[in-house]
């Protein structure tokens, strides 16, 4: 194994211990791991490698969520049937852009994960709460426009999809949080498609990213429970570590401008 390759099984690493040990928005770091540390030269390879890696390792945490009753199912799968066609599109468009202009928009969506992270967030909501013809166009409507940027710039979208179901169905966080992660994984396989019909995506790269990333959200499972009182700390740290990659890729990006 060279050098690279261990690269991207740490950076996978740190990705799937981020997302353990908090939550969410661990993801947002793919794209930057591969591009900065593994060394993919593409952007857009690197977005493509990493919606595959994304998605996977995303239905791999929705089952334990299923298996704790966290998930809406009918929401979830309206939701991600929206999205899925959003991402399809936001994924085409998201190729035809040019790398110098399509990383430092990626750097402000790093910089809006960063504030949402940075916000309190409530539980309350209806734990109850069904799909129905009242909450059923408003679900639909912000799955779609979500699954677009989702697939725009090739992430897991988790940190817009979370409040987009929670304004769009009245459920609680814990469930959309749950939930979530089924539209995650939707949207990152139908970006990761998209990207792959035209080959930019590399298997073997994604392959160590999520063998890594599995292995990390292993040992930040085992964490969690030690370092729950420090779960506040550990997300303002995550949140400063996103600025400073976003700020990092502007400063590439204006540089080599």
Known sequence: MNLPDILAVLSGGAVGLVLALIGGG?????????????????????????????????????????????????????????????????????????????????????????????????????????????????????????????????????????????ASSGMTMLHAVGSSLFSVGAFGATTAASYALDGLVDWRVAGLFVAGGVAGGLIGTALSSRLARYKGALTRLFAGVTFVVAAYMLWRSFGAA
């Open 26 to 166: 661990g993801s947002i770091l793919a794209t930057p791991a591969l591009l900065y540390v593994v060394g993919v030269a593409n952007p857009h390879v690197a977005i493509g490698t990493s919606a595959m890696a994304v998605s996977v390792n995303a239905f791999a945490n929705l089952i334990a969520h299923a298996r704790r009753g966290n998930v809406k199912w009918p929401c979830a799968a309206a939701f991600a049937v929206a999205g899925v066609i959003g991402a399809s599109f936001g994924a085409a468009i998201g190729k035809r852009v040019e790398g110098g202009v399509l990383l430092p928009l990626f750097a402000l969506v790093m910089i809006a994960v960063g504030v949402s992270m940075l916000r309190k967030r409530s539980d309350e909501g209806d734990p109850e709460v069904r799909l129905s013809w009242q909450n059923a166009p408003k679900i639909l409507a912000a799955g779609l426009v979500v699954g677009a940027l989702s697939g725009f710039f090739g992430i897991g979208g988790g940190f817009l999809i979370v409040p987009g179901l929670i």
